[in-house]
């Protein structure tokens, strides 16, 4: 999902395209863009960015399941972006297999909130939003052609 410098990958296309979006909407810097990196392993959920402890799973009523305790970092570029994936990578439960010696088993999850707020009129009135997106990365780390 993240690809090569010469051929990005499905997440990189879209944090690019993201980002571009955001800049065209955002004249005053009322934008905001956090990121999340999370694995889920034997039913177990781990913080890519910040390992240590397994989170919990909670309901909550405002922002429906939530991982209790996952860190979000605000991100300012696609390159920052992509530097917290490969250090979330680093992060990967693996698994030697026939194939490959660090073969990773688990599914990772990448989690991006934009937040700002939109001009609704000439009267300066402003409506506050926030939007979760998520993308699911790849089942394994290994590249298709080893398996």
């Known amino acids: 999902m993240l690809g090569t410098i010469e051929n ?12 571009l979006k955001v800049r065209q909407r955002s004249h005053d810097g009322s934008h905001s863009i956090q990121l999340s990196y999370l694995e889920v392993y034997n039913v177990t959920v781990i913080d890519l960015l910040s390992p240590g402890r397994p989170l919990l799973l909670r309901e909550d009523k405002q922002q429906g399941t939530v991982a209790a305790g996952l860190t979000q970092y605000r991100a300012y570029s696609t390159d920052e972006v ?17 194939v490959k010696e660090t073969s990773s088993r688990s599914h990772a999850i990448l989690q991006v909130v934009t937040k700002g707020s939109v001009l609704l009129s000439l009267r300066l009135d402003r409506r506050k939003y926030k939007r979760k997106k998520i993308f699911l990365g790849t089942t394994k780390l290994e590249k298709r052609n080893e398996t």
Request: glycine share 6%; hydrophobic share 40%.
């Open 8 to 19: 990005p990958g499905v997440m990189v296309l879209a944090i690019k395209d993201l980002f």
């Open 82 to 98: 992509m530097k917290l994936l490969q250090q979330g990578n680093q992060n990967r439960t693996t698994e030697p297999t026939r």
